[in-house]
T-cell receptor, first 117, second 114 residues
Framework: AQTVTQSQPEMSVQEAETVTLSCTYD???????LFWYKQPPSRQMILVIR??????QNATENRFSVNFQKAAKSFSLKISDSQLGDAAMYFC??????????????FGGGTRLMVKP | DAGVIQSPRHEVTEMGQEVTLRCKPISGHDYLFWYRQTMMRGLELLIY????????DSGMPEDRFSAKMPNASFSTLKIQPSEPRDSAVYFCASSLRYRVNEQFFGPGTRLTVL
């Protein structure tokens, strides 16, 4: 079974600075997808960024980028130019690419990000 | 599109009562997921459906929990009888098969069992 670990329960960053959230996972599969979800106080789960394991290039979405290290099974999220609206819980998630696995997501425990003005 | 719709948004009930949570997935999505989120256990997958058929219910905590999907546009998660430890936020999500597209989550139902 796959597991996802987020070792930082809480992180804080100064507005306009850069912060990196860590995520590691354990899997025996070679093809899979990784996601970062944001959960603001409204509780809505919002996809931030996704990465296909077969792609070597790190995904980027505006101020959000990832550092995907497949051999190390590491998938960190970098938020540049942090804004007050970035304050939220961030969840790392894994999804197998196997057709037999369905579309199930395995989530990490989350990291609470606080942004200081 | 209105996104995934869940009702009610908040539910407060007393121990022993039956609770029914409802979900309407995004039109055209053929996967539907029910998650539970608590401080202690984080986000847990309870059950998921593909084309209205339950595929994996191994996450359902016990027989008090049941889920149905009578058609492609509606699903329910029922707890009978409810217990205080069932207090959590319950999310419904839907997605398309064989796509990297993300699961789209509903706003969640906050359940409090007194």
């Amino acid at each position: 079974a796959q597991t996802v670990t987020q070792s930082q329960p809480e992180m804080s960053v100064q507005e306009a600075e850069t912060v990196t959230l860590s995520c590691t996972y354990d899997t025996s599969e070679s093809d899979y997808y990784l996601f970062w979800y944001k959960q603001p106080p409204s509780r809505q789960m919002i996809l931030v960024i996704r990465q296909e394991a077969y792609k070597q290039q790190n995904a980027t979405e505006n101020r959000f980028s990832v550092n995907f290290q497949k051999a190390a099974k590491s998938f960190s999220l970098k938020i540049s130019d942090s804004q007050l609206g970035d304050a939220a819980m961030y969840f790392c998630a894994y999804r197998s690419a196997s057709r037999n696995a369905g579309n199930m997501l395995t989530f990490g425990g989350g990291t609470r990000l606080m942004v200081k003005p | 599109d209105a996104g995934v719709i869940q009702s009610p948004r908040h539910e407060v009930t007393e121990m022993g009562q039956e609770v029914t949570l409802r979900c309407k997935p995004i039109s055209g999505h053929d996967y539907l997921f029910w998650y539970r989120q608590t401080m202690m256990r984080g986000l847990e997958l309870l059950i998921y459906f593909n084309n209205n058929v339950p595929i994996d219910d191994s996450g359902m905590p016990e027989d008090r929990f049941s889920a149905k999907m009578p058609n492609a546009s509606f699903s329910t998660l029922k707890i009978q009888p409810s217990e205080p430890r069932d207090s959590a936020v319950y999310f419904c999500a839907s997605s398309l098969r064989y796509r990297v597209n993300e699961q789209f989550f509903g706003p969640g139902t906050r359940l409090t069992v007194l």
